[in-house]
Structure formats: C-alpha cells, structure tokens
T-cell receptor
Framework: TQLLEQSPQFLSIQEGENLTVYCNSSSVFSSLQWYRQEPGEGPVLLVTVVTGGEVKKLKRLTFQFGDARKDSSLHITAAQPGDTGLYLCAGARETSGSRLTFGEGTQLTVNP | SQTIHQWPATLVQPVGSPLSLECTVEGTSNPNLYWYRQAAGRGLQLLFYSVGIGQISSEVPQNLSASRPQDRQFILSSKKLLLSDSGFYLC???????????FGSGTRLTVV
C-alpha cells in the first residue's frame, strides 16, 4: 500500500491552462515537500510546508497543506512548457526521523 | 555552499559483476545521507540511510549494501549484480529532520 497517493499519474495540457496535482494520505505528516524532476536528473526541492492549512506561493505555483496535515495540493496557473517534468510529493513523519516517504509522482507535459 | 557529487552518471554492467557507486557531500558536516532507487518516471524507493559514520540502516532486503567510511562519503555496493538491479540510483543529503533533501544528479545503471 502506497503511503502517499498522487493524482493524476499523467497530465498533458496546453500552454496557458491551469492544473492541480493532489497528494493524499491517511497518515499525518510533520512536513510535506514538493519536488520537480527532469529526465536524467535528480529531483529539485520546490517547497516545504509544515503547518496545517499553510499556503505557499512560488511565482505561478501555489502549494497547500491540508488542515489535518494528511494531504497537499500543487496548483499551477498558466502553465508553460518549462513546467514539464515529474512532480513528486514527499512527507516526513515524526516516527520516521528524517526519512521521507515519496509519492509515485505526476508526470506533467505542457504542450506549446 | 553545499554541493553533492554522484558518479558515475551512467553504467552498464554484466550480470554477476560487482558494483560501486560513490556519493560525496561538500560544505556541510554530519549530514544525513540516503540512497534511493527510481523506476522509470516513478517514485523513489529508499534503499539505505545513514545518520553518521559507520551507521547504516536498510529499508528493504536486497542484493545491495551501503557503507559510510567518512562523514561526507556514502557508497552503494553489490558483490554480484542481478538484472533486477537496473534502475536510476539517487544519492541525497539532508541536515534537518523532516526538511528538504538535496539530490545528486543520479546514476543510470543497466545490468545486461
């Protein structure tokens, strides 16, 4: 059983469209992070959220941590081809030390 | 600033041959170190993590082993590779519990 469920698994949209990626779990996390990964490279950290209900914005990207700290969403406004990549959510639980649990990822393709 | 180096970038090895992948971190001390494996375009599976020299924890039983001979050096090894060991291997470090990982650029291992 996957601890963190990401949806959708694949998303192909046109440039300028908006999109939302979801990361859900039945477990509570002390923090949750979002990464973006390009082919042949390691994931790069986008944001960390730690407080239930927290919202963070990074240019056209908006990240939200659920009130109960069990889920998170990533919303991209006016997507651009440069947003193409694999988006991964990862959660840290207090019982797991510094180890993160990763979701299976959402592969986003933004077509020009 | 902190940097992480991982090599080699690609590797093709025959079944039954040994493996040694190296990862080093610069610019920090006593980092938490991790080895992950990633299937094509999917999530990350934690293989090993280390919180200090000589301290290795394994997350899943496998044909691989890890060692940390120095504070900022983490090595992934195998005595005899299997076809199923093929994949994309990522090294990462973190300083603070539950907060962002910094990943290396990965090693693409193909066992033939």
């Amino acid at each position: 059983t996957q601890l963190l469920e990401q949806s959708p698994q694949f998303l192909s949209i046109q440039e300028g469209e908006n999109l939302t990626v979801y990361c859900n779990s039945s477990s509570v996390f002390s923090s949750l992070q979002w990464y973006r990964q390009e082919p042949g490279e390691g994931p790069v950290l986008l944001v960390t959220v730690v407080t239930g209900g927290e919202v963070k914005k990074l240019k056209r990207l908006t990240f939200q941590f659920g009130d109960a700290r069990k889920d998170s969403s990533l919303h991209i406004t006016a997507a651009q081809p440069g947003d193409t990549g694999l988006y991964l959510c990862a959660g840290a639980r207090e019982t797991s030390g510094s180890r993160l649990t990763f979701g299976e990822g959402t592969q986003l393709t933004v077509n020009p | 600033s902190q940097t992480i180096h991982q090599w080699p970038a690609t590797l093709v090895q025959p079944v039954g041959s040994p493996l040694s992948l190296e990862c080093t971190v610069e610019g920090t001390s006593n980092p938490n170190l991790y080895w992950y494996r990633q299937a094509a375009g999917r999530g990350l599976q934690l293989l090993f993590y280390s919180v200090g020299i000589g301290q290795i924890s394994s997350e899943v039983p496998q044909n691989l082993s890890a060692s940390r001979p120095q504070d900022r050096q983490f090595i992934l090894s195998s005595k005899k590779l299997l076809l199923s060991d093929s994949g994309f291997y990522l090294c990462a470090w973190s300083q603070t519990i539950g907060y962002g990982y910094t990943f290396g650029s990965g090693t693409r291992l193909t066992v033939v």
